[in-house]
């Protein structure tokens, strides 16, 4: 059978209705309105340029929403485990992929919204000269392509601890090898290392049914990653890595050319990443 | 003039041979019973019994380590089984978990928004009647006592009118004028429902249960009537004999009885 999207849409209805009956979700609002505001247009040498463009925002965009991404997601499955409420959702006629959705679809609402009142930014741009309306759709698709992957990224966070402050670091970790992949070798290789634990760890769980030991497995997978790194025995190691960057998949929408390439790697990300949340919650029946 | 017996009812809940390990500690051991429909059977044991963990396993929230667990004749285990049986299926999980961000009519039309239920107001009308949790419907769940809380979570439970009610702890908090309340409930349900409730009340499974399973360290050390229970000494005694420190060669489960 598949997805049923009347209970997809209900659990995300009541993400997003939640977060936007709570005052942190305006002050989420709030600073990331200020942030991105402040990434456009109080950076040097925004008025020397005389372009009516996002550029100065589009370098760091990616490092804000690094931060704000996880701040929404954190309590996404956290509160869930920690208040026992999971139990409840998971014993109704729901699929965990269906869950998995909800949430999802849930805080992407929520950081559409900050996206939509973001536009205060471009406004201030057709105010200030006329900037090109097919440029600010490709730069906004990309900003909706890289929060979908981070929102993902954060929800998967959200999944390994029942404690909201864990599960932002976790979060902002995951999408920090994203935002520093591809950005200098030993940015990629530390990165490198670090898919190699998770891999390793991924495939023993699965492998063994349990999480006993994962910790050392994902121990070995990060040495034996650091082994092909530093010894050169896999000399593609560290471009191999690069590749992951966000900067490099996200650049041609702020020049306003959307390649397939790139939203099929946010997209890809997205969906690898969703697809990992549904095994995670899938662990309670071990 | 020919008397025939009435058929048993059929059989609703069925465990067989359930076990469930965490790590090194083997929380439910071997657990074998049947529950048959339209009966109030009462899961009595001490805390650390292994009685939530054998209500997650009917429910298909934890799977068990080996042995088998059916529901109205399937299987929660496999996801397709298990969203048709959580259409009949009510659960008041152990504390009563909500959203406590929540109004309990917010948290009652998001559960049966997610339950696709037909007719919804009038299903929330009805368990509100039934749970008496007019007076606080609109006030966020967070700010009410957790008398009110443990309502709310019944009323959840009785939202879709379900065949089989799995009550982990029903009168856990509740002062003495709800916990009358609750019981009634439950014995007015009892009469078209399947309900298995936990408790470690002795004086809950007199007032609601027809049958006892009684659970000690993952164990199945009681199966029978509360008459039966009461047989050769008072119940208190019997609960405490039972409950006491387990001696591994005399603590063989009684035959379950189905």
Not at chain 1, 73 to 87: F, H, K
Not at chain 2, 128 to 154: T, Y
Request: hydrophobic share 50%; net charge neutral; aromatic share 10%.
């Amino acid at each position: 059978m598949g997805l049923d999207w009347k209970v997809v849409y209900a659990l995300a209805r009541r993400e997003l209705a939640s977060y936007l009956a709570n005052p942190a979700g305006y002050v989420f609002l709030t600073l990331f309105i200020a942030a991105t505001a402040a990434g456009a247009f109080l950076q040097e040498g925004f008025f020397a340029r005389n372009l009516a463009d996002l550029a100065l925002l589009n370098k760091v965009m990616p490092l804000i929403l690094m931060l704000f991404v996880p701040a929404v997601t954190m309590n996404l499955w956290a509160e869930e485990r920690r208040v026992g409420t999971d139990e409840l959702l998971l014993t109704m006629p729901v699929r965990d992929l269906e869950v998995v959705l909800g949430k999802f679809l849930g805080a992407l609402g929520v950081y559409t919204v900050g996206l939509v009142f973001s536009l205060a930014n471009v406004a201030m741009l057709a105010w200030l000269g006329n900037p090109d309306s097919g440029l600010m759709v490709a730069t906004y698709l990309g900003y909706w392509l890289v929060g979908a992957a981070f929102v993902a990224i954060g929800l998967l966070g959200s999944m390994f601890s029942s404690n909201a402050t864990v599960a932002f670091i976790l979060a902002a970790l995951g999408c920090a090898a994203l935002v520093f992949s591809g950005t200098a070798p030993w940015a990629n290789g530390i990165i490198g290392c670090g898919l190699f634990a998770a891999a390793a760890a991924l495939v023993w769980v699965s492998a063994s049914g349990s999480g006993k030991f994962a910790g050392f497995v994902a121990l070995g997978g990060a040495l034996v990653g650091l082994l092909l790194w530093l010894t050169g025995t896999w000399p593609g190691f560290v471009d191999a890595f690069g590749l992951l960057g966000v900067d490099q998949h996200f650049y041609g929408f702020g020049e306003g050319v959307v390649r397939l390439g790139d939203v099929v790697y946010f997209l890809g990300i997205t969906t690898v990443v969703l697809y990992l949340c549904t095994f995670m919650i899938g662990r309670r029946h071990w | 003039m020919s008397s025939s017996k009435p058929s048993p009812a059929p059989v609703t809940i069925r465990a067989e041979k359930v076990s469930k390990v965490f790590g090194d500690f083997v929380a439910v051991h071997d657990l074998s019973f049947s529950v048959r429909k339209g009966t109030v059977t009462a899961f009595l044991g001490p805390n650390g019994a292994g009685k939530s963990t054998t209500m997650k396993m009917l429910t298909g929230y934890l799977a068990p380590t080996s042995g088998s667990v059916e529901l109205l004749g399937k299987s929660p285990m496999e996801t397709e089984a298990r969203i048709e049986l959580s259409r009949k299926l009510g659960y008041l999980p152990e504390n009563g978990p909500l959203y406590l961000d929540m109004t309990p009519r917010e948290l009652l039309g998001h559960f049966g928004a997610v339950r696709k239920l037909d007719k919804l107001d009038q299903a929330i009308t009805r368990v509100v009647e039934q749970c008496a949790i007019e007076e606080v419907l609109h006030k966020p769940i967070g700010k009410l006592s957790k008398g009110f809380r443990q309502r709310v979570g019944m009323a959840q439970a009785l939202l879709c009118d379900p065949e089989v009610l799995i009550l982990d702890e029903p009168t856990s908090g509740l002062d003495p004028l709800q916990i009358r309340e609750v019981r009634s409930l439950i014995r007015q349900l009892g009469e078209s429902k399947t309900i298995l409730l936990s408790t470690h009340i002795l004086q809950e499974v007199e007032a609601v249960a027809d049958r006892v399973l009684m659970v000690h360290e993952g164990r199945l050390v009681f199966d029978g009537s509360v008459d039966e229970l009461k047989a050769d000494s008072t119940l208190d005694e019997r609960f405490y004999a039972l409950a006491a420190p387990a001696k591994p060669s005399t603590a063989k489960p009684e035959k379950a009885k189905n």
